[in-house]
């Protein structure tokens, strides 16, 4: 069994963002990138899955990212060697900031075939920088491979992935047959520590590089604004006398309540 | 988001740009970067929560001598195990990473600035596994330290007795032969660390105790290896081996750490294990003592840089007064305290000793890595330097700590002496790294007594020839601006050579008690130039990443150009730290020389 898994060096959620000077991109001086929080329990989930199958699995992560300074995809790939992958494929990309999914997606999917067979492909739901969420089911598509989003169960049995996903509040199990793409909520699998001797293996453990020659796509991000700065709360009272004044204001200066 | 801020700039600094560790330990960058990476976010997740509830709750001790350790620790400690942090430094044959003592140093730092109490247990088991892995045989290292280094059994080091503290060798506690390495021990020991608890199912103490008929003093015991429980012929712990906790102490601070007193052998049924040959005792502790000083020194250090994160950031929020330089008028602009000059003063104290001690706590684990690997006149002149700077580690490091923690408890004016704000606590868990693993007072004359006037002088000489050629190659470097840093610096270089040959005399002359007065101002006299040393390298390499940043020549232009940009901030506060330290800090050695140099007997003559 082979098992890819696709990840990207995504700014820690807990990073305040500034936008750059020229309005579409972040600004990355001082902001720490991490391995993608979806992704990493995709990694998890392979992982268990390479575990449970025994001899011969292997797992493979794959990042197309920037290869200098904070953004540097190989770190990530190293993130994901130490969670237990076997090796790493770079697919280079300095200008990955913005850049268009399909384009992502094409990358993958052409670094994925260059290795032959597959069985699964897993990655994260979304990049939690640019919430697009749409390489996975491009990906689906790119790999001729049936795809499923949001997975948050997956088991593998007889040639098949047996998906749990949550939608909407409601739960929904699908089978699909291998190879296939699949996309994680946080609930695939535990989170997962690396241990020290994984660390330290993963500096040993290879990361191939494989070129793709990038476009522009179709696709230009052209503003980028950050949420607004939350603001200072307000205490309105104590006890059940406060009640009509915290109305008021979640009516009509908030404006979440509507009747 | 950390509760206690870690300094991982100045952590990878010190290791990469100053140090440059990555040469001289063989590790690539990118898996150095994932280890501290690493190391960060289960400290963050697992310790820093746990720090201030379990500083409330404590330990629990039981009528049955059971002792329960507070809410969370358990949780924290299987992750520890889980993550195969407890084996960093034993021998890949106990199951161990064989990582170097430079990456454990920047390890404790994220520890114990996360959760002293925590590292209590952690660090002393780490200390007993690489004791075993150097003395104990193939059968003991198989039986004890695989589970040591692994971090499931606790280990413990009992030198202390009610008679026996800072003089070991009054000791009292007997063994008495078996068979083979078997002896039957009988003692009490105080004060030992993490001697009973929950968090591991199995204890294993090292116990000094005299055999029958050795020689009294400290050359005549010996070491042993005393379970809690019996093994079983499988090797899993089975049955008691009468070792009993009879109390437990309440203290000033660590609270999360267990300090017991143990019973061994109070009914004659206590079991120990003889580690290399009797009369070794001593020395082989050493194995512990020496690792575990250096813990204790950066225990201060870790602690005072917590403290300093959590100042820096009240200092930046708190609003109060207006600005001096608005002279006596009082303006309608309140400001941030940060804006004056006193807390500045105060949180720049604190910067610059928790970062000299950071960097005087790495070389040191990094001397001990080239030491290991090298051989003849080099491996004994790294020892000799590592000898001078263990005391210092331990004494200065836990000294200039503990100040810099109530330095910045000060910054938060009364809020600092309320629990809410978690300073105070780090003061409390701050003090004893000044008394336990041999006091600040012990350390001082371990360096005067042994370490310099041991050697006629000639591991401290080797230090100051070696900073003097420091000052003397970088005088023009940097375009002269740290000038008048170095030349202070030899100054007070040369301070040290005379403050050396008048205790010379004294010593020369057979004036113990008037040597051993100027004990403690003589180990802060060289600390304080080992501290300004380090700090005047540091600034010369943030000059470099300037120069190579274009940062304008000009102090204000400097300032100006650095303002909102991380990384040139970084440097350039690196630089004036090394200025405040040598001006402010440094300058104090003046007085320290005056201490030592002085004929004042006042001390032994008064009759108190
Ligand atoms: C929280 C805590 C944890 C501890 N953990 C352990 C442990 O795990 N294992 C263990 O064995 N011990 C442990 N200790 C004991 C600790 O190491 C001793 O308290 C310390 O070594 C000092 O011994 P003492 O308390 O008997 O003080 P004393 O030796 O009585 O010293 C009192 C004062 O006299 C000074 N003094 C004593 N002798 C001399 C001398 N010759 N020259 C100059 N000054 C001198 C000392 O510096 C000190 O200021 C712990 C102590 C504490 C408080």
């Known amino acids: 069994m082979r098992i890819f898994v696709c990840v990207k060096a995504v700014p820690d959620t807990a990073a305040r963002i500034k936008v750059d000077k020229d309005g579409s991109h972040i600004d990355p001086s001082g902001v720490k990138f991490v391995l993608g929080p979806y992704d990493a329990r995709a990694v998890a989930k392979a992982i268990s899955l390479k575990e449970a199958a025994g001899d011969g699995a292997e797992v493979i992560a794959v990042s197309a990212g920037g290869t200098k300074g904070e953004r540097d995809a190989k770190k990530r790939l190293k993130d994901a060697l130490a969670l237990g992958a076997d090796r790493g494929i770079l697919i280079p990309d300095d200008g990955c900031e913005n850049r268009d999914p399909l384009e992502v997606a094409k990358a993958l999917a052409a670094a994925i075939k260059a290795e032959g067979e597959f069985s699964l492909v897993l990655l994260g739901r979304t990049a939690v920088d640019d919430q697009a969420m749409s390489v996975g089911p491009m990906l689906g598509a790119l790999l001729g491979a049936p795809c499923v989003t949001d997975a948050v169960g997956l088991e593998i049995a007889g040639g098949k992935a047996t998906v749990t996903r949550a939608a909407e509040g409601r739960q929904q199990t699908v089978e699909l047959t291998l190879p296939a793409v699949v996309s994680g909520q946080r609930d695939l699998a535990e989170e997962k520590y690396p241990k020290l001797k994984e660390i330290l293996k993963a500096g040993k453990k290879p990361i191939a590089d494989f070129a793709y020659a990038w476009t522009d796509g179709g696709y230009t991000v052209t503003a980028l604004e950050p949420p607004p700065e939350p603001v200072a709360g307000k205490i309105v009272g104590e006890g059940p006398d406060a009640v009509p004044e915290l109305f008021n204001l979640l009516q009509n200066e908030a404006k979440k309540l509507s009747f | ?608």
């Open chain 2, 1 to 608: 988001m950390s509760i206690y801020p870690l300094q991982l700039r100045d952590l990878r600094f010190t290791l990469f740009e100053h140090l440059e560790a990555t040469e001289h330990l063989g590790l690539d960058k990118d898996t150095l970067d994932a280890f501290i990476d690493a190391g960060a976010t289960f400290v963050s997740e697992f310790l820093q929560p746990i720090n201030q509830s379990g500083d409330q709750e404590g330990c629990t001790r039981h009528e049955d001598g059971t002792v329960t350790v507070a809410k969370g620790y358990k949780e924290a400690y299987a992750q520890w195990i889980e993550g195969e942090w407890g084996s960093v430094r034993a021998p890949e044959s106990m199951g161990g990473q064989e990582l170097p003592q430079a990456l454990v140093s920047v390890l404790d730092e994220l520890v114990i600035a996360s959760c002293c109490a925590f590292h209590n247990f952690a660090g002393l088991t780490r200390a007993c596994a690489n004791m075993l892995s150097r003395r104990a045989s193939e059968a003991q290292q198989q039986t004890w330290g695989r589970k040591l280094v692994s971090a499931e059994w606790q280990g413990t080091m009992c030198l202390t007795e009610a008679g026996a503290g800072s003089d070991v060798g009054a000791s009292v506690t007997t063994a008495k032969h078996i068979e083979g390495d078997r002896y039957l021990i009988q003692g009490e020991k105080v004060f030992i660390t993490s001697g009973e608890h929950d968090l591991t199912p199995q204890v294993v103490h090292m116990v000094l105790a005299r055999v029958e008929g050795d020689k009294p003093g400290s050359k005549g015991l010996s070491i042993f290896i005393v379970p809690k429980l019996r093994l079983d012929a499988d090797g899993n712990p089975a049955t008691p081996n009468d070792v009993f906790c009879a109390g437990i102490e309440e203290k000033m601070g660590i609270h999360g750490s267990v300090t017991t007193t143990m019973k061994f052998g109070e009914n004659g049924g206590c079991e120990g294990y003889l580690i290399g040959e009797r009369g070794q005792g001593i020395s082989i502790m050493f194995e512990i003592m020496n690792e575990e000083r250096i813990v204790v020194g950066q225990q201060g250090q870790a602690l005072a840089a917590s403290a300093y994160a959590l100042a820096l950031k009240y200092a930046k929020e708190r609003i109060q007064g207006s600005s001096i330089a608005a002279g006596k008028r009082i303006t309608q602009e309140k400001v941030a305290i940060i804006e004056h000059p006193d807390v500045r003063r105060m949180l720049m104290t604190c910067k610059a000793q928790s970062e000299a001690g950071r960097a005087l706590l790495v070389l040191t684990g990094l001397l001990i890595d080239r030491s290991e690997a090298a051989e003849g006149e080099e491996r004994s002149r790294l020892d000799r330097r590592i000898g001078l700077l263990t005391p210092i580690c331990k004494a200065w490091g836990s000294e200039t700590g503990f100040q810099a923690c109530t330095t910045a408890m000060q910054v938060f004016g009364g809020y600092g002496y309320c629990k809410e704000y978690r300073v105070e606590q780090l003061v409390r868990d701050a003090r004893i790294a000044c008394v336990y693993e041999g006091t600040n007072g012990i350390q001082a004359i371990d360096l005067l007594f042994r370490k310099v006037a041991g050697d006629r002088g000639a591991a401290l000489r080797e230090l100051l020839d070696e900073i003097q050629a420091f000052v003397d190659q970088n005088q023009d470097a940097a375009d002269g601006r740290l000038k008048d840093e170095l030349s202070a610096l030899a100054k007070h270089v040369g301070e040290v050579h005379e403050v050396f040959a008048v205790l010379a005399q004294r010593f020369g002359g057979g004036d113990m008690l008037g040597s051993a007065l100027a004990a403690t101002p003589f180990l802060a006299l060289v600390g304080n130039v080992i501290g300004g040393y380090l700090l005047c390298q540091q600034a010369l390499v943030a000059e470099a990443a300037l120069a190579e940043q274009g940062a304008p020549a000009d102090a204000a232009a400097r300032r100006e150009w650095a303002e909102g940009h991380e990384e040139r901030s970084f440097y350039q506060a690196k630089v004036e730290t090394a200025r405040f330290f040598v001006h402010q800090l440094l300058s104090e050695n003046s007085w320290r020389a005056a201490q030592c140099k002085v004929d004042d007997r006042s001390a032994l003559q008064a009759v108190i």
